[in-house]
């Protein structure tokens, strides 16, 4: 019996024992599978509204930060490094937001010298130090407006002074920096901008108004979408893809086939197959065909901008009015509304 | 000779004369397109009024979700603030439309 009892309360400890390894091991796995988890890359949504960025968590769909700033947000750039994004505001002011953080830590105006400035469009140099914004400005002489011409100008990112221009064409509303020292910049044509040469200059205009090709290009996600420009454009018939590469600086114009999707903006799946269009629908293109294979109506209305999770599976769809749809990418079912606490622009997506 | 089509009848036409002595007839303002800054690189009014004839027809839906986007920088400022000169800091007060239109008291 002793015996028994004994072989019992061994068998037991060994148990305890055993369990108590279990028990460390799969803590240990556990923990290592979290520090892997919060190793990897992670999306973030940046919802750029009215005196305010709100940041969604690409994990759980919620709103985790807000950062108050002066102004209303157009245009972003993500720094180099990927620490920080630079965010346009009210045409004239630079904000840098610091990523780690979610707070701003410096602000620019352009303003200066008796000149307001509004720039329609918004490049970081690859200096970090400067950036390039497409400019048109205003001041007064004796009581009498005075119009300056349009151009494209470099100015210091420390205190927004303006170091280089070049004129360019009235109409110009966006930047594309390409590699090697080169811009874009969009407007009725495309103007490549050498920013080699002590003065920069254009040196190439790729024609788009005489082929009737309109396009509103104030949303589009380079490093979104693999650092490509992508923008849908119109002609009176139909609706095409002008893609600008900015490795290569190539531009290409695709035009699709059948009726035209109407779409502010377009992003595409993470292999480049896929783009998702929207304005008052969300309409799926297949961009290799050239066809809009699906088209679903937005359920909160009219959004002018789109973003998708780096593993292809969510869309977010919002700003425009104040929310933030979540929908998943194949069945283009809404998952989840987030409602913001303003009106927005756009929304981005950074994954760090 | 030729007889002038208006005449100064008073000091302050002949004032506005005086000022407009020297200036010649210019073509400018036809052959040097200075388009407004808008959304579009094409002044095209009605692109973003959708064509389709079903549901969502026309603009935006609802009109309060494309309001920022037509203040000031943008299409149909007449409809909404001036939001380049007169009241810049349009979006401080209103910043969702939705919530705050009882705010716009803009002309």
């Known amino acids: 019996m002793r015996c028994t009892r004994f072989a019992l309360l061994d068998a037991c400890s060994r148990l305890r024992l055993l369990h108590a390894a279990r028990s460390a091991l799969l803590a240990l796995v556990a923990g290592g599978l979290a520090f892997a988890a919060s190793a990897q890359p992670r999306d973030y949504f940046y919802y750029l509204g009215y005196q305010m960025i709100q940041v969604v968590d690409g994990q759980t769909d919620s709103i985790v930060a807000d950062v108050p700033l002066k102004g209303f947000v157009r245009e972003v750039d993500l720094s180099a490094d990927h620490r920080f994004l630079y965010v346009a505001a009210s045409r004239h002011l630079i904000h840098k937001l610091d990523l780690d953080t979610h707070r701003i830590v410096s602000t620019i105006d352009l303003n200066r010298d008796g000149w307001e400035y509004f720039m329609y469009g918004f490049a970081l140099d690859p200096d970090g130090r400067t950036a390039w914004g497409a400019l048109i400005s205003r001041s007064a002489k004796d009581g009498e407006p005075v119009i300056g011409a349009p151009v494209v100008a470099q100015f210091d990112l420390a205190d927004g002074r303006i170091l280089r221009r070049v004129e360019v064409p009235w109409g110009v509303g966006h930047l594309v920096r390409v590699k090697g020292g080169y811009l874009w910049a969009v407007g009725q044509d495309l103007f490549k901008i050498d920013t080699n040469s002590p003065e920069p200059r254009v040196v190439e205009t790729h024609p788009m108004f005489e082929k009737g090709m309109n396009i509103l290009p104030f949303w589009e996600y380079p490093w979104e979408n693999g650092d490509q420009m992508v923008a849908a454009y119109y002609t009176p018939t139909a609706m095409g893809m002008l893609r600008i590469d900015q490795t290569s600086g190539e531009v290409r114009e695709e035009l699709f086939k059948g009726d035209p999707a109407m779409a502010y903006s377009v992003i595409l799946s993470p292999d480049r197959k896929t783009g998702y269009a929207v304005m008052d629908d969300i309409s799926v293109l297949d961009m290799d065909k050239r066809v809009v294979t699906n088209t679903v109506p937005l359920v909160e209305g009219t959004s002018y901008g789109v973003n998708i999770s780096s593993d292809g599976r969510k869309l977010y769809v919002g700003a425009g009015g104040s929310t933030l749809t979540v929908y998943d990418a194949k069945s283009l079912r809404p998952l989840k509304v987030l409602h913001m606490a303003t009106d927005g622009m756009d929304v981005r997506r950074i994954t760090r | ?107």
């Not at chain 2, 407009?20 to 095209?44: H, K, V, W, Y």
Request: aromatic share 8%.
């Open chain 2, 1 to 107: 000779m030729k007889r002038k089509p208006i005449e100064a009848l008073n000091e302050k036409a002949r004032a506005i004369e005086r000022l407009a002595e020297g200036e010649r007839q210019t073509a400018q303002a036809l052959s040097i397109p200075r388009m407004p800054q808008g959304c579009n690189t094409i002044f095209d009014t009605g692109w973003e009024t959708n064509p389709r004839p079903t549901y969502p027809i026309g603009n935006c839906q609802a009109s309060a979700r494309d309001f920022h986007g037509c203040v000031g920088d943008c299409w149909w400022p007449a409809q909404a603030p001036d939001g380049l000169t007169n009241h810049k800091d349009f979006d401080a007060a209103c910043p969702n439309i939705a919530r705050d239109w009882r705010k716009l008291k803009y002309d």
